[in-house]
């Protein structure tokens, strides 16, 4: 799969992407691609995430927070009722060379975004009775299985599903799962009617207790209500 989403797989011989911990708007303002959340049917809370940028400091993607904040919780049936839909933006670009000259990074796809979404809905699960110790070996198998379901979005394992991006029908990959879903897939270069949006990126998105087949999604021009609300 070409990904720069897989920090063991995204470069060949070049370093690896530096991920940050909750981003801030300096951080998202430095990405040279915009950001997608839900559009504004969406009335709910939103929150900064994580922003991803290669060694030499180039935004790659990142993630936007709608609802509940996503958690890590041994009570699993607790867990299990949040409602959160993640947005996941990834820049769109071709095999390139790394900016300190070192290595090659490979080129972002559909399935980019749906691995980062795969994974990231992993990560704020934690399975009923999942000992705390057996927890790091369902992850890591898991992960797996999500990397190469991503490599195969035309399998069995994903349905079609249109969702409207800047007020446009457009088609993404679909799965559920036994702890929420995941989709992906990739804008245009000309989103919204008005031309606004700027160049096309690959979108994934994960969430729980959330219904995908409702969402809509758009180019946030503010990002200050993710911010207050992060710090809510």
């Known amino acids: 799969m070409e990904t720069t989403s897989r920090e063991a797989d995204q470069t060949a011989d070049g370093p690896t992407p530096a991920f940050h911990g909750r981003g801030t708007l300096d951080d998202y303002a430095r990405a040279s691609f915009p950001w997608y959340g839900l559009d504004e049917a969406f009335t709910g809370q939103r929150r900064l995430m ?14 936007l927070g709608h609802g509940d904040a996503p958690s890590i919780r041994s009570d699993a049936a607790a867990s299990m009722r949040e409602r959160f839909a993640v947005v996941v933006t990834v820049a769109a ?6 900016g300190d000259g070192t290595g090659v990074l490979e080129a972002t796809t559909v ?11 992993l990560a704020h699960t934690w399975p009923p009775q999942l000992d705390h110790a057996l927890r790091d070996d369902w992850l890591d198998q898991q992960t797996e299985t999500a990397f190469v379901l991503a490599d195969d979005l035309d399998g069995p394992e994903w349905s079609q599903l249109s969702l409207p991006v800047n007020g446009e029908p457009t088609p993404f990959h679909y799965r559920e799962t036994d702890y929420g879903w ?3 897939g990739s804008t245009s270069s000309t989103a919204g009617s008005d031309g606004t949006g700027g160049p096309g990126v690959h979108l994934g998105a994960y969430g729980r207790g959330m219904s995908a087949y409702g969402l809509g999604f758009s180019v946030v021009h503010d990002l200050a209500p993710y911010e207050q609300d992060a710090l809510a």
């Open 50 to 63: 994580q922003v991803a940028a290669a060694a030499d400091g180039v935004v790659q993607h990142g993630s």
């Open 93 to 98: 670009s071709p095999v390139r060379r790394s």
């Open 111 to 121: 399935s980019s975004a749906a691995w980062l979404a795969g994974s990231g809905l």
């Open 182 to 184: 995941v989709l992906a």
